[in-house]
């Protein structure tokens, strides 16, 4: 069924000069600066769902982080992504925008050759938790994964400290 939100919308890869753009609809400078370089040392890839000039949503895909060793043993670089910052504006919620976003990024991460999309929801947000697993994301093993959370200050600086998720993966 096509959505009346998500009709004529696009999930295109950000571009640098869209970086203004992109912090006015979503806030976090620092994180979308840092993707956004050239080149990327990350390696993360930024999409955005848009409708003409406007945003509706953002996700990254990248690799499962190099620090996140748990996790590196159970989705190895060369067959799992790690979906991350999966946002859609306050406004526009609750529309089936995240829904489409993650079908379609999920088409991209299999024509691109993996066979998974691995991610972590925050031990308090149920809401995501629940979206994720109607769209047939599993738990994966009992309980929460350490893992990092990197927070990124005014100034432009970040700091990391470790974190727990529960962690969710699709077989695509
Ligand atoms: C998660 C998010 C992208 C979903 O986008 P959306 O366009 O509202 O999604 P859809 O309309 O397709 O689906 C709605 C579902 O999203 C989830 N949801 C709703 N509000 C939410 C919120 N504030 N935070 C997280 N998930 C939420 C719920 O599962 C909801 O369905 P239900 O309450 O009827 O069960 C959006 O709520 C958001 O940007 N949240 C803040 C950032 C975030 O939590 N990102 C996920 C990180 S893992």
Not at 1 to 11: E, I, K, S
Not at 75 to 86: M, W
Request: hydrophobic share 40%; glycine share 10%; with cysteine.
């Amino acid at each position: 069924m096509l959505h009346v939100m998500t009709a004529n919308v696009d999930l295109a890869l950000a571009e640098p000069s869209d970086l203004d753009a992109i912090i006015k609809v979503f806030g976090h400078r620092q994180y979308f600066a840092e993707q956004l370089a050239d080149p990327d040392p990350q390696g993360n890839e930024v999409f955005l769902a848009r409708r003409g000039e406007d945003f509706l949503g953002t996700v990254t895909i990248g690799p499962v982080g190099v620090d996140e060793a748990r996790l590196r043993a159970g989705f190895p670089p060369d067959y799992a992504r790690l979906l991350t910052h999966l946002e859609v504006p306050e406004q526009l919620r609750n529309h089936g925008i995240g829904t489409w976003i993650i079908r379609e990024i999920e088409h991209r991460v299999a024509q691109d050759g993996f066979r998974q999309i691995v991610l972590g929801v925050d031990l308090g947000n149920a809401g995501a938790a629940r979206l994720y697993q109607r769209l047939g994301y599993r738990s994966w093993r009992c309980g929460s994964v350490p893992t990092i959370k990197v927070h990124y200050r005014e100034d432009g600086s970040s700091w990391s400290e470790p974190d727990r998720c529960l962690i969710f993966f699709k077989d695509l």
